[in-house]
């Protein structure tokens, strides 16, 4: 089934939660790739991953995670990680996109918040 996605009931808005959606899947698919510079490249210069990992409270730059993150092969146990998209809420130029990652039986909630900038959806934030 598909996931659900709040969206405002016009044309433009539809667009753009779209639009917003598929800034986050580029956003999987670069992670999946294992490649530090296409997952920097779906942040903003400015964006940041903040949030409670296994070792503690992180707080980094975009390109801070891809370096440590991301070495050309896909992660470890990628074949068994799936993801979701809860809900995309788009306000004009800014959206907020919720996702559960699913690992075994571990669910666990993201947020990203990305703006429309020059025409194109980056994330500022990654929380988790």
């Avoid at 917003?20 to 992670?31: I, L, N, T």
């Avoid at 990628?78 to 993801?83: D, K, N, V, Y």
């Avoid at 919720?98 to 993201?110: D, M, S, V």
Wanted: no cysteine; glycine share 6%.
């Amino acid at each position: 089934s598909m996931p659900a996605v709040t969206i405002l009931p016009t044309t433009v808005a539809t667009t753009e939660a779209a639009a917003a959606r598929a800034a986050v899947e580029r956003y999987f698919a670069a992670v999946d790739s294992g490649n530090a510079q296409a997952v920097r490249a779906t942040f903003l210069p400015s964006g940041r991953i903040e949030g409670n990992l296994a070792s503690g409270f992180v707080s980094w730059t975009a390109d801070e995670f891809a370096t440590r993150n991301f070495r050309g092969t896909p992660p470890a146990r990628s074949s068994e990680f799936r993801r979701q998209i809860e809900w995309v809420d788009v306000t004009g130029s800014s959206s907020v996109v919720r996702i559960t990652n699913f690992l075994g039986n571990t669910q666990a909630p993201e947020y990203f918040l990305l703006f429309k900038v020059s025409g194109e959806w980056k994330i500022a934030l990654k929380a988790l």
